[in-house]
């Protein structure tokens, strides 16, 4: 891949391969197979600008115009989290579920990784009351509260448990909306785009060749598919918000 990206001068210069800001490397992108979009019949037009060409047709994104943009991306998530604001993270599709999961646990963020819910921002009142409900019910459990329905009762109550930290494990500690949200597939989780423009948060999003990237403020031009594309861009996610933290925490101090 990478002599074939070099012969049909897909990469522009040997710095293009260096080091940079948060340390996006472009040789490492190539090895997660960043730069593998669709099918040249599934392009979105709108995602001509960052491509370079195509390869046994396949769109290939341009590696170049993915480290300007994950960078602006990184910067914004830099930029909020130093401001204590809220950042959610959504991934629905079965290959990225345990990895948002995983990530946002690790950094203590909100995040979505079943169905998203209609109403998350559009109706966040009453999703609040859900999350209220559903954190009773643990603390009642938690307390041996639950012992003293019959035994069907009780089990019925601890399905209802079990359902709802499906629902809403996930974001039960959200206490407002957040301010942005990284979706790493524009296409599945369309609801939540919607929902986000009209809550005007704003919106990070890895967009595949076959997505419109004006749909998001902060397009990352990636594949949507590859789990290890997928995983390099959350990982300089989780990157930036973990060396950002404990910064903010420091200042706090200080003041």
């Known amino acids: 891949m990478l002599r074939f990206l070099q012969k049909h001068g897909m990469l522009k210069t040997r710095c293009y391969m260096t080091k940079e800001k948060f340390n996006i490397n472009t040789e490492e992108m190539m090895k997660a197979g960043v730069q593998l979009g669709h099918s040249t019949s599934r392009i979105n037009p709108k995602m001509q600008p960052y491509l370079s060409g195509v390869r046994s047709r396949i769109h290939i994104i341009d590696l170049e115009k993915t480290k300007e943009k994950l960078t602006e991306a990184l910067e914004f998530i830099q930029s909020i989290i130093a401001e204590n604001k809220v950042l959610l993270l959504v991934g629905t599709k079965i290959e990225v579920k345990a990895l948002i999961k995983s990530v946002a646990e690790e950094c203590s963020l909100p995040y979505v990784s079943e169905r998203w819910l209609g109403g998350t921002f559009t109706n966040f009142g009453a999703i609040l009351k859900r999350i209220d409900y559903f954190k009773e019910l643990e603390r009642k459990k938690a307390a041996g509260e639950l012992e003293k329905y019959t035994k069907k009762e009780k089990a019925g109550i601890e399905d209802e448990i079990q ?93």
């Not at 990284?182 to 060749?209: F, M, P, S, W, Y």
């Not at 403020?217 to 918000?241: G, H, R």
Request: aromatic share 4%.
């Open 163 to 255: 359902k709802m930290e499906i629902k809403f494990g996930g974001i039960k500690e959200m206490k407002k909306i957040p301010d942005a949200i990284l979706i790493t597939d524009v296409n599945e989780d369309e609801l939540a785009i919607r929902e986000a423009k009209q809550a005007n948060v704003k919106i990070i999003g890895i967009c595949d060749t076959n997505v419109d990237p004006t749909l998001t403020d902060f397009p990352i031009p990636a594949s949507d598919d590859a789990v290890s594309s997928l995983k390099y861009i959350l990982e300089k996610v989780k990157e930036t918000v973990k060396s950002t933290k404990p910064k903010v925490k420091a200042e706090k101090t200080e003041k």
